[in-house]
T-cell receptor
Framework: EAQVTQNPRYLITVTGKKLTVTCSQNMNHEYMSWYRQDPGLGLRQIYYSMNVEVTDKGDVPEGYKVSRKEKRNFPLILESPSPNQTSLYFC????????????FGPGTRLTVL | KNQVEQSPQSLIILEGKNCTLQCNYTVSPFSNLRWYKQDTGRGPVSLTIMTFSENTKSNGRYTATLDADTKQSSLHITASQLSDSASYICVVITISNFGNEKLTFGTGTRLTIIP
């Protein structure tokens, strides 16, 4: 089944404790991206990647890192999480063309205490 | 400032009735516009993708319209079903001269269908 998977789905952590949220897709998509969704603000793009070893900042990249060493994986790294990073995170992927459908993962709900 | 505004914020209708959701944008240059459906606690799912030259596109009971001159789009849902209860998100995509893509999301309309 074609899909985008994220792990973990739920995470509660404390300020300053490094964490990684994994994202994997099995559709051989070139483009992958991370979003956060907060009440009243809608989805905002954190980082995106056009292909392996090619990443770029979205609208809200501060406090996050990403890497794209393999085509299928695009992990999101929070080196020193803070409470303002408490949010619902989505990974998404699509083919190179922006006219094609973007597939979203199921989401990761992160709480930073 | 590039913005996408959706209205209403929330809507409650009876099962079987039709409804129309609105999306106004100031984003430019325009590349394409998408409507997504997001069930509570789940990732958004694409309903329609429209380019500049398209003014109507249907996906089952969902019909999206686009007026690129007035920068307005609407999503019409026909014969609503309980499973249509969800948030509906409008997204406008721009592509710069350098090929960089930017997505601007609306905050969504929360639709509730009651029996």
């Amino acid at each position: 089944e074609a899909q985008v998977t994220q792990n973990p789905r739920y995470l509660i952590t404390v300020t300053g404790k490094k964490l990684t949220v994994t994202c994997s897709q099995n559709m051989n998509h070139e483009y992958m991206s991370w979003y956060r969704q907060d009440p009243g603000l809608g989805l905002r793009q954190i980082y995106y990647s056009m292909n392996v070893e090619v990443t770029d900042k979205g609208d809200v990249p501060e406090g996050y890192k990403v890497s794209r060493k393999e085509k299928r994986n695009f992990p999101l790294i929070l080196e020193s999480p803070s409470p303002n990073q408490t949010s619902l995170y989505f990974c998404a992927s699509r083919t190179r063309s922006s006219y094609n459908e973007q597939f979203f993962g199921p989401g990761t709900r992160l709480t930073v205490l | 400032k590039n913005q996408v505004e959706q209205s209403p914020q929330s809507l409650i209708i009876l099962e079987g009735k039709n409804c129309t959701l609105q999306c106004n944008y100031t984003v430019s240059p325009f590349s394409n516009l998408r409507w997504y459906k997001q069930d509570t606690g789940r990732g958004p799912v694409s309903l329609t993708i429209m380019t500049f030259s398209e003014n109507t596109k249907s996906n089952g009971r969902y019909t999206a319209t686009l007026d690129a001159d007035t920068k307005q789009s609407s999503l019409h849902i026909t014969a609503s079903q309980l499973s249509d209860s969800a948030s509906y998100i409008c997204v406008v995509i721009t592509i710069s001269n350098f090929g960089n893509e930017k997505l601007t999301f609306g905050t969504g309309t929360r639709l509730t269908i009651i029996p």
